[in-house]
Nanobody
Framework: QAPLVESGGGLVQPGGSLRLSCAASGDTSEIDAMRWYRQAPGKERDLVAIILEDGSTAYVDSVKGRFTISRGNAWPTVYLQMNNLKPEDTGVYFC??????????WGQGTQVTVSS
């Protein structure tokens, strides 16, 4: 299994909500930053949000005010609360964790489809 495992994706109508989870499955020690990326069909992978171990967060402009990244008690577990979803939010959402030395880890992705 991948060192990070995403879950919570699915099909939702525009304006709906989903909560994605990302949990460690292997050796993900010493990670100090977690990110959510997404990739729409035929498009490049885009950064969505980042959270540091201290709880600091940042978001891409297109999701500000709609998405919230948070950390769980068992770091590097993280979540992505997605509200007021739009069709353009559709894509495979990937979780990424990075160590200070640049080593990073990826999940297998979870599909989010926003459609009427």
């Amino acid at each position: 299994q991948a060192p990070l495992v995403e879950s919570g994706g699915g099909l939702v109508q525009p304006g709906g909500s989903l909560r994605l989870s990302c949990a460690a499955s292997g050796d993900t020690s010493e990670i100090d930053a977690m990110r959510w990326y997404r990739q729409a069909p035929g498009k490049e992978r885009d950064l969505v949000a980042i959270i540091l171990e201290d709880g600091s967060t940042a978001y891409v402009d297109s999701v500000k005010g709609r998405f919230t990244i948070s950390r769980g008690n068992a770091w590097p577990t993280v979540y992505l609360q997605m509200n007021n979803l739009k069709p353009e939010d559709t894509g495979v959402y990937f979780c990424n964790g990075q160590r200070p030395n640049g080593v990073d880890f990826w999940g297998q992705g979870t599909q989010v489809t926003v459609s009427s």
